[in-house]
């Protein structure tokens, strides 16, 4: 898979949307773009993926570069519970196996 | 409904013993992987398991090995105990039987296993 950049840490003010950003310039063509946070003492939990088009759900939102170098995951709204690590992963499709390669990832610090 | 669980949370043994890390999947779940993570880093790929069959093994010594039973709960084995070793060791089951690079995994809370 493809290797990624984040950068090493962050904060963010709680109640006040926050911006990810995920370097990916060697991405392929048919690589998704996974972004997965692991909150203090528990597993990596998934919070949102997207191949080309910007992407919501009810965590997050992926705006994905046009050129899909770059990507950037939003939280519209920081909260407390936000503050975590998060990995901005990517997967190519074909035979093989599922697994997910990550970095060292974004620590994000909330402030109350 | 359940997520994925695992057994036990936390485990203390010495250096030469083996140990034994338990995985269930989320109901459904045929696809079990295990990842290893080191205080400071992010998890590390170990195995996977697809319908009780080996699928991929990361950069790990033979030391390791893992199984998948029947009703598609897994076991992790080390042998031979190193403090290297001591990590949070995670199990993560996915629903999507092919590899279409948009699966996703869900993680269990991890084993913490302690190498004195």
């Known amino acids: 898979d493809a290797k990624t950049t984040q950068p090493n840490s962050m904060e963010s003010n709680e109640e006040e949307p926050v911006h990810l950003p995920c370097n990916h310039s060697t991405i392929s063509g048919t690589d998704y773009i996974h972004w997965y946070r692991q909150l203090p003492s528990q597993g990596p939990e998934y919070v949102i993926h997207g191949l080309t088009s910007n992407v919501n759900n009810r965590m997050a939102s992926l705006a994905i570069a046009e050129d899909r170098k770059s990507s950037t995951l939003i939280l519209h709204r920081a909260t407390l519970r936000d503050a975590a690590v998060y990995y901005c992963i990517l997967r190519a499709p074909g035979a093989g196996s599922y697994q997910l390669t990550f970095g060292k990832g974004t620590k994000l610090s909330v402030i109350p | 409904d359940a997520g994925v669980t695992q057994s036990p949370t936390h485990l203390i043994k010495t250096r030469g013993q083996q140990v034994t890390l338990r995985c269930s999947p989320i109901s459904g779940h045929k696809s079990v992987s295990w990842y290893q993570q080191v205080l400071g880093q992010g998890p590390q790929f170990i195995f996977q398991?697809?319908?009780?069959?080996?699928?991929g093994r990361g950069n790990f010594p033979d030391r390791f090995s893992a199984r998948q039973f029947p009703n598609y709960s897994s076991e992790l084995n080390v042998n031979a105990l190193l403090l290297g070793d001591s990590a949070l060791y995670l199990c993560a089951s996915s629903p999507i039987t092919f590899n279409s690079g948009s699966e996703t995994q869900y993680f269990g809370p991890g084993t913490r296993l302690l190498v004195l």
């Open positions: 398991y697809y319908e009780k069959e080996e699928r």
